[in-house]
């Protein structure tokens, strides 16, 4: 079974200290104090996430007066059910969706085919190929001429702004070039003397037992697309066409009074409003995290190991 | 089956057989050694023209979004009218070039860049160094695991939310501000003062990044050899001369190739994460190249002055990192390629 996690090592792992060695007194106190250092880290790490979660149920009053640290004071759900009601948000949060599922399906097509063959040594003209990839790392055309160029397309105002430029990360194209690399040729072989070509081997064997690198390059790019805003700034100004983390640009842009950049009316917008809208947003990406973090780490692992 | 992947293997790579057979383990074979110069691109269209199939649109692809628009940067000498193709309409030499070298806007946004991407440098890249060895010395692997767990997590929250969570804690009414009033002082209006731009954006890029930027490192911890500690245990080194002899220089590779990295995007400072953050207020201090740019070319519509400052920025970026790499190379023995 071909596994991601075939190189990349368990970074989970603690140091076994033989139980013969005694700790100096200074490194025991050393012990305590790492700890409880990285108990307070932890604890800054999430204070954000409390801290919005208090804000987004408590009563406008306390929040204004600066009396919302922990936990809500006043409770009120009202303006949870207002923004959970409102058809703009809905608008942003399916866009969002579209965007990301869209955008993760192209890039996906892109990169796994493009990998593939680049992992072929042996294939005339793939010295050039992995080069043009790797330029893309250290050089990009630059904001204005990319600007002119989605504009020139048409693209402006369409999805396809959002899920096609960004379709190959140079990166990601590497990590699973590396991997392909690894695959083991019998079954390639055995499979091609069994007739089978070359789409056949791909298709029908080596992405079914690359599940684990496929699925982990479909995270890098989903959370890609999921907190991307910018370019939906620069190219979908139809509100319809939003995705929902612009949307909460906006509510933060109107809040402080930076909002005339993006075209918009300068309210006052709630720090409760904000925060319910950030609580949304970030729901999705908490709750699925913990199962997929192994995915991520090990994808950055795999990053490392030179192509 | 073991037996046909020696004999594949054998054969040199650059003779042209595959070494996964692909598809032509059945067409025609492995050619002999003999014709390895007249192995042609009609040849190796022919045996991996599937192959080829999958370079097709990812190679256009590249070629349109990535390659045109670095062409697209000869709208810096050509003037763009509204209208005109996206290479521009004429040229005018080094016009757009002498403009922002004699713009004093520039320079102060040259040097808010410079100013702040040393600072991330310097303050945020030895951090996730330091979090790592204070991990790799924790002996509970639950305790590692969930502060591994807490602290990654920042990493995929989305700069609009990273921002809200600024506004949110050094809002007037937040908790930053309620600290400060605790202990008697004065509220600070932290978003409209120029002098607080460069902590506020520091300190959220530390709490974004930091976690996440311990992967490496902790990685690179694992592959030092146990052993090592064991001898100089007994050669009677403590804790921390074992750090300083053993765990520093087991990770300096990595280390290198990071700091190349960072150097190398040093110019291209958060974009993204200032556009969110600044306002008119707050100029003075966060204003960087890329901001002006997007200001000067989407806002004011000068496209040919936004593309010659962008140009430039791109060409010190190139020279910054390949320069670190060239260093690298030549004192510490690590690099990218």
Known sequence: ?307 | MARGTGTVDTVPQTAGTPPGGADDVSADGPPPQQLRNTYTWARALRRDWRLYTFLILPVAYLIIFRYVPMAGNIVAFRRFRPGSSMFGDEWVGFYYIEMFISDPKFWDVFLNTIVLGTLTLVVVFPLPIVLALMLNELRSRRFKKIAQTITYLPHFMSIVIVAGFVYQLTALNGTVNQVITAVGADPVSFMQRDDWFRTIYVTSEIWQVVGFGTILYLAALTTIDDQLYEAARIDGANRWQQTWHITLPGIRPTIVVLLILNIGTFMAVGFEKVLLLYNPLTYASGDVIATYIYRVALNSGSFSYGAAIGLFEALIGLTLVLSANAIAKRTVGASLW
């Open chain 1, 1 to 307: 079974m071909v596994t991601t996690d075939q190189n990349v090592p368990d970074i989970t792992r603690v140091r076994q200290v033989p139980k013969t060695v005694k700790d100096s007194r200074s490194y025991t106190v050393f012990r305590v104090v790492n700890a409880t250092v990285l108990v307070i880290v932890c604890g800054v790490t999430l204070y954000p996430f409390v801290n919005l979660i208090a804000k987004a149920f408590s009563s406008h009053g306390y929040i204004v007066a600066g009396q919302v640290n922990l936990w809500p004071r006043g409770f009120n759900t009202t303006t949870l059910m207002e923004v959970l009601t409102q058809d703009r948000f809905w608008t942003g949060y399916g866009n969002t969706i579209v965007h990301t599922v869209g955008g993760t399906a192209i890039a996906m097509a892109l990169t796994t085919t493009m990998a593939y063959a680049l992992a072929k040594k042996h294939l005339k003209g793939r010295s050039f190929f992995i080069g043009m990839v790797v330029v893309t790392m250290f050089f990009n055309g630059g904001l204005v001429p990319n600007y002119l160029l989605i504009s020139g397309l048409g693209f402006k105002n369409t999805v396809w702004a959002i899920i096609i430029p960004n379709a190959i990360s140079a990166f990601n194209l590497l990590v699973m070039k590396a991997f392909f690399e690894n695959f083991p040729n019998d079954l390639e072989e055995a499979a091609a003397i069994d007739g089978m070509t070359v789409y056949g081997i791909f298709f029908r064997i080596v992405l079914p037992l690359s599940k684990a690198v496929v699925a982990t390059m479909i995270l890098f790019y989903a959370v890609a697309f999921w907190n991307s805003w910018f370019p939906a700034m620069l190219y979908l100004s139809d509100p319809e066409l939003q995705p929902v983390t612009l949307y909460l640009r906006n509510l933060l842009a109107g809040a402080t009074g930076a909002g005339r950049e993006a075209g918009m009316e300068e309210v006052q917008i709630g720090a409760n409003l904000q925060a319910v809208t950030m609580l949304l947003t970030v729901i999705p990406i908490v709750c699925v995290y913990p199962f997929v973090q192994k995915y991520f780490v090990s994808g950055v692992m795999l990053g490392s190991v030179k192509g």
